[in-house]
Structures are given as structure tokens and as C-alpha cells.
């Protein structure tokens, strides 16, 4: 499908976001870029974009199937997608289901232990400050959102990860912990940006090896190789 790319709205890390001919919506272009640590780390990898634009398309019609409302509304090209144009609600809803990362590195628990139930993590985004931490009161407190929307994202974010993690163990794969973002069309909250290895902290379910971003991060290995694993065992069903 091909769509006229129009005016550049923004550019982060990896991705650019761009005006259509369509009102309404947006042609999201994932590039090549990879970064971590905040973009103290930067690389560049043939592909990258490609696989992650196609994990993303999946698991965002895999969800709708599933009653969840999300941005996509189709493919354009291999590394880009037309979604639905929002106002994001400037959070990141960090689901986790085992502890690793960050809450390793800022808490005492230890690397590994399965989190029951899951654990809801809520940063402001805000790259000048390193998205910080927020809690609900902080959230309703800036008006970023209502408690009735705050309680919905919540409920969608655990519905998410009950669909996804059953997914990926089906594939062999234990989904450690993901980002999600959210926005809003008129009254109506959908999930937005992304849902691929870059948001991902994803686990081989026999070896422990990271299949994610991670491997990128610290220096596990062949990156490229890692997501090559994810999307095949991901996209096999689709292609078969």
C-alpha cells in the first residue's frame, strides 16, 4: 500500500512520524536507528527498522482481534504503517513480569524472580528528564489523565500482557516486561506507538538469552541476530 509521506511531525530515537494526504492519520516510519542509555549509545543496522515495523503491525492486528484498540490501520512499505493520528497522553505504562532492568538495578529483589501478579511501572515521558517515575496521584494531580482513564490504561495495559505473554510462551519466548504507550482520539483511548523488541525485554524460554534490545544494550551479541530469531518465530504462523 502506498501513501503520500507528507510533513515531518517528529523525529525520536528510532522512529519518524509524518503527516498523510488522509486526514487522520499518520505514517510512522521506523528507521534503521538504535539506541540506549538515554541515546548515549548509537548504532545504525540494516533491517532493524524492517523487523521492527512488521512485529509491530502483527501484534497491533493480533490485538484488535482480541478487542483491543489500537492506532494501526495498515501496512505501508516494509518499514513504515499508517495508524490513526492521536493526542498522546505523555506516560510510558512499563508492565512486568519479571524482575530485570531497572527494577534490579533501583530495588531489592533479585534478577529472575517471577512477579505475581504483574507490576505496573509508570514513567512521565520526558527525555530532558529521564522520565521519571509518576504514581497516581502525581498523574491526576497534572491533569495527564483522569482517574477513569488512568484506571482504563491500567486495565487495558494487564489485558495486553495477558494476550501477549500467552503468545510468546506458545513460541517458546517469556516476555519479561514491555512498554506501552497510549493517546486518545475525541474521548476514545487507544494504544499507540510501538510494540516490538525495541520496547520489549524478552527472554528465550530454554536459555534465558535475551532476544530484545538488550543484547544491543549490554553487549550480548549479534543484535540483528536476536531480532532475525524473534521475528521468524513470531511471524511463522502469518507466513506459513
Not at 488522509?22 to 533491517?47: M, P, Q, W, Y
Not at 492521536?86 to 512486568?96: A, D, G, N, Y
Not at 533479585?110 to 520526558?126: M, N
Request: proline letters at 2%.
Amino acid at each position: 500500500m502506498y501513501v503520500s509521506q507528507g510533513e515531518l511531525l517528529y523525529a525520536g530515537k528510532a522512529k519518524s512520524v509524518y503527516r498523510t494526504d488522509n486526514r487522520g492519520e499518520l505514517l510512522i516510519r521506523f528507521r534503521d536507528d538504535i539506541t540506549a542509555f538515554d541515546g548515549a549509545k548509537k548504532d545504525c543496522f540494516a533491517g532493524k527498522g524492517t523487523y521492527n515495523a512488521r512485529i509491530s503491525a502483527f501484534f497491533f492486528r493480533y490485538l484488535e482481534k482480541h478487542g483491543v484498540r489500537t492506532h494501526f490501520i495498515s501496512v505501508c512499505e516494509d518499514s513504515s504503517m499508517i495508524v490513526r493520528a492521536l493526542k498522546m497522553i505523555p506516560i510510558e505504562i512499563i508492565v512486568r513480569n519479571i524482575a530485570a532492568g531497572s527494577m534490579v538495578k533501583n530495588f531489592p529483589i533479585e534478577a529472575g524472580t517471577t512477579l505475581s501478579p504483574p507490576v505496573i511501572v509508570i514513567d512521565y515521558k520526558d527525555d530532558a528528564k529521564h522520565d521519571p517515575m509518576l504514581n497516581d496521584d502525581l498523574i491526576i494531580t497534572l491533569k495527564i489523565a483522569t482517574p477513569d482513564e488512568l484506571r482504563e490504561i491500567k486495565q487495558i495495559a494487564l489485558q495486553i500482557n495477558g494476550i501477549l505473554s500467552e503468545y510468546l510462551a506458545e513460541r517458546g519466548i517469556h516476555l519479561v516486561d514491555f512498554k506501552l504507550e497510549f493517546g486518545k482520539c475525541e474521548d476514545t483511548i487507544f494504544v499507540g506507538d510501538e510494540i516490538s523488541m525495541d520496547s520489549m525485554r524478552l527472554w528465550d524460554a530454554n536459555t534465558g538469552e535475551s532476544l530484545d534490545k538488550d543484547v544491543y544494550r549490554f553487549e550480548k551479541g549479534d543484535v540483528m541476530e536476536a531480532y532475525r530469531q524473534v521475528a521468524e518465530r513470531i511471524l511463522a504462523d502469518q507466513e506459513s
